[in-house]
């Protein structure tokens, strides 16, 4: 027995979902997210309260029902409170700026990255040195965040890249004579 997948859902005031034939639709002040559940799978709607339940007790039948539930979780935080993450820049002469909608990081190359925000995700600079990814779809705010470290990930001898906020990053002592 999945014991994430026991647990129900609970729905905060303003978020409605709709179920239909192997779908969900959550919609919340937010905005609005749907994803295909397993066939193997059934959704319940009780008590402002939503319900995975499997309808058989096979392998696969357990192992995407916790999954599910998770994904359905993060819907209906995601369309009432949505998701961010925040990474920093360090480095001499490392920079983030706002070009209109796009992202423009100075990071050390012979040129300027620019990156364009896929739709659903919203990037921001709130201060020199850091970026703020936000949006309703845990995945894609996760994605595009990992995207961007991409660029220039944190080196071990002196940390300069882009990091996550709160992530360690292990240094190395350098050469000795």
């Known amino acids: 027995m999945s014991r994430t997948g026991k647990q129900p859902i609970a729905l905060p005031e303003g978020v409605k979902a709709e179920i239909g034939d192997g779908q969900i639709a959550i919609q919340g002040p937010k905005g609005a997210l749907s994803m295909t559940i397993g066939a193997s799978l059934r959704l319940e709607e009780k008590d402002r309260a939503l319900h995975v339940i499997p309808k058989d007790d096979h392998r696969q039948t357990r192992a995407l029902w916790g999954t599910n539930r998770s ?13 961010s993450r925040e990474l920093v820049i360090s480095g001499v002469g490392f920079r983030a700026q706002m070009q209109g909608k796009d992202l423009k990081l100075a990071l050390g190359f012979s040129h300027d990255v620019v990156y364009k925000a896929p739709d659903g995700v919203e990037l921001a600079v709130p201060r020199a040195g850091a970026v703020l990814v936000s949006g309703i ?13 991409a660029w220039r990930k944190p080196e071990p001898y002196k940390g300069k890249g882009v990091a996550y906020a709160g992530e360690y990053i292990i240094r190395k002592e350098g050469k000795k004579k």
């Open 71 to 83: 994904r359905i979780a993060n819907m209906v935080k995601g369309v009432s409170e949505g998701f």
């Open 137 to 149: 779809d845990k995945q894609k705010v996760g994605q595009t965040a990992a995207e961007i470290r």
